[in-house]
C-alpha cells in the first residue's frame, strides 16, 4: 500500500519504522515542527525542515531549534 507520497513501503521499512526507539526519535521531530510552528508561524515553516543544531539527543530547546532550507538540512552529515 502506498503511503501519503505515494512510495510503496516494504515490510522491512515498516517494521524499521514501528521500533520504539524510531517511534520515539519521530516523536521528538514531530514536537519540534510544532514548536517551531508556534514560535514562528506555520507559513514561515512552508517549504523548510526544523533542524536540530546539536542532534536530537540534546532536546527540542529553543537554542537547538532553527529553520533551515530543505536542501541545506539535508545536505548536512
Known amino acids: 500500500m502506498a503511503g501519503k507520497s505515494g512510495r510503496v513501503y516494504s ?3 515498516k517494521a524499521y ?3 520504539p526507539e524510531q ?3 519521530r516523536v521528538m521531530r514531530n514536537a519540534a515542527r ?3 510552528i508556534k ?3 506555520k507559513a514561515a515553516l512552508k517549504g523548510k525542515d526544523v533542524d536540530h543544531i546539536k542532534g536530537t539527543k540534546a532536546g527540542n ?3 537547538n531549534l532553527r ?3 530543505k536542501k541545506a538540512n539535508r545536505s548536512r552529515k
Open 17 to 19: 519504522q514501528a521500533r
Open 23 to 25: 517511534v520515539k526519535k
Open 61 to 63: 530547546g529553543s537554542g
Open 11 to 13: 515490510a522491512y521499512d
Open 39 to 41: 514560535k514562528h508561524g
Open 34 to 36: 510544532r514548536l517551531m
Open 67 to 69: 529553520v533551515i532550507s
